[in-house]
């Protein structure tokens, strides 16, 4: 009986890993002022717990963050850039376009 209970409850964890899928939202960071900005900007977002990957743009003025919305959120990683001494936004996608928050 232990091994059953066991058994199921592996099997519920590995379920509910296959059902957690990373997000990735675009960053509107206006103010970066330098090619140095965005080495700042990454550097605070990669800090943020469950962040796996960082882009950030200092032509574009964006930073493009894929992270696990179970761990964490847009508004965490808002608030990591603003910490930094970067404010920003979410950026939407223009109309047409594919994006995900």
């Given at each position: 009986?232990?091994?059953?209970?066991?058994?199921?409850?592996?099997?519920?964890?590995?379920?509910?890993?296959?059902?957690?899928?990373?997000?990735?939202?675009?960053?509107?960071?206006?103010?970066?002022?330098?090619?140095?900005?965005?080495?700042?900007?990454?550097?605070?977002?990669?800090?943020?717990?469950?962040?796996?990957?960082?882009?950030?743009?200092?032509?574009?003025?964006?930073?493009?963050?894929?992270?696990?919305d179970a761990t964490t959120?847009?508004?965490?990683?808002?608030?990591?850039?603003?910490?930094?001494?970067?404010?920003?936004?979410?950026?939407?996608?223009?109309?047409?376009?594919?994006?995900?928050?």
């Amino acid at each position: 009986m232990k091994f059953l209970r066991s058994a199921a409850a592996f099997l519920l964890v590995i379920a509910t890993a296959a059902w957690v899928a990373p997000k990735t939202v675009t960053l509107s960071v206006p103010g970066m002022t330098c090619a140095t900005c965005p080495i700042t900007i990454k550097k605070a977002l990669v800090k943020v717990p469950g962040v796996t990957h960082v882009e950030v743009s200092y032509e574009a003025l964006e930073a493009v963050v894929t992270f696990d919305d179970a761990t964490t959120s847009t508004d965490a990683l808002i608030k990591a850039t603003r910490d930094a001494g970067y404010p920003s936004t979410v950026k939407l996608p223009k109309k047409g376009e594919r994006g995900s928050l």
